[in-house]
């Protein structure tokens, strides 16, 4: 059974107690009796390196076996190719994609220079849920259908989400309380 959340930031967050929903969301989740949610400021944080934020992930933010990971885009990225390594309870992906968009800041991160290990993901992974907008003005949906095809995660799909980068995320912790039903 998961004990833990960590919250892991799209790139470009710097203070991550000031980005988006992820503050609120941790003191939700902290709300929640038996749960403990982990927000940190990430290493490298514009280039979101996978060979800096995946030990990171591992040493720092200790995801185990007992840890939901919540990636928003690049986060999102990063929690993939985490769940390709070592096993977490499950993955929440927040506007996640597969290629590097075309733009070099993307590129020189390290997680589009292979294939996905969709089934290393899915046997490591006790769930998977995916939020995805297809007014995302950064990601296409096409990104996302990849994921969704590969991984046939819990898929939350809006036409008027964005990128989510709103100040309070309120689906996400209702599927959180719903995983820990389970």
């Given at each position: 059974m998961a004990s833990r959340v960590v919250i892991?930031?799209?790139?470009?967050c710097g203070e991550v107690e000031k980005c988006n929903w992820y503050a609120w969301a941790r003191d939700e989740i902290n709300k929640v009796e038996g749960m403990e949610c982990v927000l940190k400021n990430?290493?490298?944080p514009v280039m979101a390196r996978e060979s800096i934020w995946i030990?990171?992930?591992?040493?720092?933010l200790c995801c185990d076996e007992k840890t939901i990971i919540v990636g928003h885009s690049s986060g999102a990225v990063a929690a993939m190719r985490y769940a390709e390594k070592y096993k977490v309870h499950g993955i929440i992906l927040v506007s996640p994609c597969v290629t590097d968009l075309g733009m070099e800041s993307e590129r020189v991160s390290g997680y589009y220079s292979r294939p996905w290990e969709w089934e290393l993901m899915k046997m490591n992974s006790q769930f998977v849920a995916l939020y995805g907008s297809?007014?995302?003005p950064f990601i296409s949906w096409t990104e996302m259908q990849v994921v969704?095809?590969?991984l046939n995660p819990d898929c939350h799909k809006f036409d008027d989400r964005?990128?989510?980068m709103t100040s309070v995320f309120p689906d996400l912790i209702?599927?959180?309380q719903k995983l820990l039903k389970h």
């Open positions: 892991v930031p799209g790139n470009g990430m290493p490298d030990p990171f992930m591992h040493d720092e297809t007014d995302d969704i095809d590969n964005g990128h989510f209702a599927t959180i």
